[in-house]
């Protein structure tokens, strides 16, 4: 993929992550391990999307990287379902814990699971996915 197509595409989304809507800054210097710039599947590769730009969309490394092989539809509506349940939750997302990162991780893991195994359709309706995610991690966390 050419270099000068990820700039664009990065320019066209406001340097924002596609999911968390978190900038992505294009300085080197102000880049960390969480909020750097990388190039996202909607369609996951291990399910055969391709690297095209038709299924590239630009997200933070860090929600690529806890969103793993889940349907990029699902992932929107979860982490913002989580930063609903926990108003701190998305200012301080690039600083979560190392624990509430792989809590997260596992979530998404685990729902995409249920998602194969139930057969659901793609683009699962907030309310479906509430339904099956109980999320008793944020509240141990809080307690
Ligand atoms: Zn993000």
């Known amino acids: ?53 038709d299924n590239l969309v630009m997200a933070c490394a860090q929600c690529n990287h806890i969103r793993g092989a889940m349907d990029a539809e699902v992932f929107y509506d979860l982490i913002w379902y989580w930063f609903r349940s926990d ?26 699971q249920l998602q194969w195994q139930r057969r659901l359709k793609r683009c699962v309706a907030a309310r479906v996915l509430h339904a099956i995610v109980p999320l008793p991690f944020l509240h141990e966390r809080r307690a």
């Open 1 to 53: 993929m050419a270099p000068t197509y990820v700039k664009a595409l990065s320019e066209a989304q406001n340097h924002l992550c596609c999911y968390c809507h978190q900038e992505m800054p294009a300085e080197k210097h102000r880049q960390t391990k969480r909020n750097q710039p990388t190039k996202d599947h909607v369609e996951p590769r291990c399910h055969g999307g391709p690297t095209r730009p």
């Open 87 to 112: 108003e701190t939750l998305h200012a301080r997302w690039h600083h979560i814990s190392h624990h509430e990162f792989r809590a997260f991780q596992k979530e998404c893991a685990r729902i995409h």
